[in-house]
C-alpha cells in the first residue's frame, strides 16, 4: 500500500512564529500546504514563503473579516498581488468577536467574491455566527461555485443549505473536539468528494493535543475523526481530500 499523503488546505505558516521549515519537516506525510494570508503584510509573507517552499506551500492573499476596517487602506495591494497567488482570501464574515463593522466586513467579502470569480480562483471563507448572510453573499455574487468554507463548523440544517449551493467544506480539528457533535452531524451529510481538510495552524489544535500550539503534521487527526464519521479507511480519506484538494487549488 502506498504511504498516505495528505494536503493541510488551511495553515498559516507566516504567523506562527516558529520555523516554517521545521513545522514542514515534522510533517513528511503533508504533501503541500495553504498558507492563507488574513491582512496585507501576512499575505506577502505568505508569497515570500511559497517562493521560499514551492513545492510545499501555496500561497494567498486576503482580508480576515477581524481587519476588514482597513479594507481601504489595504485592498488596491492584496488585489495587486491576486493573480500571482494560489487563492483569494482568508475573507468572510465574523459576528462572534466583531473587530470589524459588520458593514465593513460585508464589503470586503464581497470585493473577495467577486476578485475570485474574476480570475476564476478559489475564495477561502471564515464564516462565524455569520451562516445567513454568508448564504446569502455567495449566493447573490455566485462565488459558491469557487467558495471554501474553512473550518467549517455547521450542523445539519446549514450544511444542507451550504451543499446545495455547491461549496467545497475543510474540515478543522473541531471535528475531532469532543464537543463537536453538532460538527460531526453535519459532516455525515457531506460527501467526501465535497470536503478537504485543514489544521488553521496555529489554532485548533485536535485531540490529544487541545490546548497547544497546532501544526501541519497534525493534519491526519482530523483526517482520522471524518474516517469515523464517514466510516471509511482513514487511506481512503487522505486519497480523496488530496485529490479534492488538488482539483481546487492546482487545476
Request: charged share 25%.
Amino acid at each position: 500500500m502506498p504511504p498516505v499523503s495528505w494536503v493541510d488546505t488551511h495553515c498559516h505558516l507566516q504567523l506562527d512564529g516558529r520555523s516554517p521549515r521545521e513545522l514542514l519537516d515534522r510533517a513528511p506525510d503533508v504533501a503541500w500546504v495553504v498558507a492563507p494570508g488574513v491582512d496585507l503584510a501576512s499575505s506577502r509573507a505568505s508569497l515570500d514563503l511559497a517562493a521560499q517552499h514551492p513545492d510545499r506551500v501555496l500561497p494567498t492573499a486576503g482580508l480576515h473579516p477581524h481587519d476588514a476596517s482597513r479594507f481601504d487602506e489595504q485592498w488596491a495591494a492584496i488585489e495587486e498581488m491576486a493573480p500571482k497567488v494560489a487563492a483569494i482570501g482568508e475573507t468572510g464574515l465574523d459576528r462572534y468577536r466583531m473587530h470589524s463593522p459588520l458593514e465593513d466586513q460585508i464589503v470586503s467579502f464581497r470585493a473577495h467574491a467577486l476578485l475570485a470569480l474574476e480570475l476564476d480562483k478559489p475564495l477561502i471563507v471564515h464564516c462565524r455566527d455569520a451562516f445567513e448572510q454568508v448564504h446569502d453573499i455567495l449566493e447573490e455574487t455566485g462565488a459558491a461555485r469557487v467558495a471554501v468554507l474553512h473550518s467549517w463548523t455547521g450542523g445539519t440544517r446549514w450544511t444542507r443549505r451550504f451543499l446545495d449551493l455547491g461549496v467545497m467544506f475543510s474540515y478543522s480539528g473541531v471535528v475531532a473536539f469532543e464537543t463537536g457533535d453538532t460538527v460531526r452531524l453535519g459532516a455525515r451529510l457531506v460527501p467526501p468528494e465535497r470536503a478537504m481538510v485543514e489544521t488553521d495552524t496555529p489554532y485548533l489544535a485536535p485531540p490529544p493535543h487541545r490546548g497547544e500550539r497546532n501544526e501541519p503534521a497534525w493534519v491526519a487527526l482530523v483526517g482520522e475523526a471524518l474516517a469515523g464519521v464517514w466510516d471509511m479507511p482513514v487511506e481512503d480519506v487522505a486519497r480523496i481530500t488530496t485529490a479534492n484538494a488538488e482539483r481546487v487549488f492546482r487545476s
